[in-house]
């Protein structure tokens, strides 16, 4: 079963932060599914994803186009994984439950530490995904760098 990793965002936005994590899971190299759950927030990330860096190029696309199946990077409001993803990241509330856990090598719940609507449905995402017996880490953003706050490993 996956582990869930969740990251508080406190000093970057989510389009700041997003890129680097997609870097790192196109390293492995795995593909990716980027949930959101509103369409305009989804073309925002799209935008940021082409203007992230000059020297880097992050292949992506937003669902619903004739070549999902093939997309290293998929954002969509959908559960699908039309892209066949290893990596779940979760974005602006958007929801998983342990049974879509399980289909995943890693699912990432990315939230805005300064939207109180985002950070409680963080905090009920975690109680129910460990107390489902998921493994789970808390990362939250410090003096620039991330650290592991909390961990609970899997029962």
């Given amino acids: ?36 759950r509103e369409d305009s927030k989804l073309q925002h990330l799209d935008a940021a994803l082409w203007q992230y860096r000059e020297e880097s190029f992050l292949p992506h696309g937003i669902a619903g186009g004739p070549h999902d199946a ?30 879509e856990v399980a289909r995943y090598a890693r699912v990432c719940l990315m939230f805005d530490g300064n939207n109180s609507d985002e950070l409680t449905a963080a905090r009920e995402d975690w109680k129910t995904l460990t107390a489902a017996g998921i493994a789970a880490q808390y990362w939250a953003q410090e003096d620039g760098r991330w650290i592991k706050k909390a961990e609970k490993a899997a029962s």
């Fill in 1 to 36: 079963m996956a582990e869930v990793f969740f990251y508080h965002l406190t000093r970057s936005r989510l389009e700041q932060a997003l890129p680097d994590l997609l870097e790192k899971v196109r390293a492995k190299p795995w593909r990716a599914l980027v949930r959101g």
């Fill in 70 to 99: 093939e997309q290293p990077i998929l954002l969509t409001l959908s559960d699908d994984n039309p892209n066949q993803a290893e990596i779940l990241l979760l974005t602006n509330g958007a929801k998983t439950t342990p049974d």
